[in-house]
């Protein structure tokens, strides 16, 4: 079992944020909303807010999204923030791998199922 954050950063145009992951290892080369690390356990709010792409304020999901890969089960935290068109990203975003992406287009775009389910999660009204 592994256990994560996921940050939904909505753009007041209606973008979202997504980023390309590294060519190798785990859904390599396929875009994500930006995560922290999946580890052992949950990670305290305060440490997670370490990996968070934009510096704003981020509000807490109701519920988990959970997908079970062929080797483990990852449960994840979602928190969501809209910011402005001008937000800046912060380094632990990996900047250069980031793109805004607007909602319309999400259809077309190389997301794996996991950060489908995030990102459906995040965008439905709770």
Known sequence: MRYGTAFLTLR?????LLRKRPEAGLLGGMLE????????DWLPLDQALAAQP???EW???PGVVSHTFTHFKLELMVLRAIVPVNASLTFW???DQ??????????G???P??????????LKEH
């Open 98 to 107: 980031c793109r805004w992406v607007a909602r319309r287009d999400l259809g």
């Open 54 to 56: 934009v510096k704003t």
């Open 109 to 111: 775009a190389a997301l």
């Open 59 to 61: 509000w807490s999901v």
């Open 33 to 40: 909303v930006p995560s922290g690390e999946w580890g052992d």
């Open 12 to 16: 007041e145009d209606g973008h979202v």
């Open 93 to 95: 975003a990996t900047p």
């Open 113 to 122: 199922s996991v950060m489908r389910k995030v990102i459906a999660h995040a």
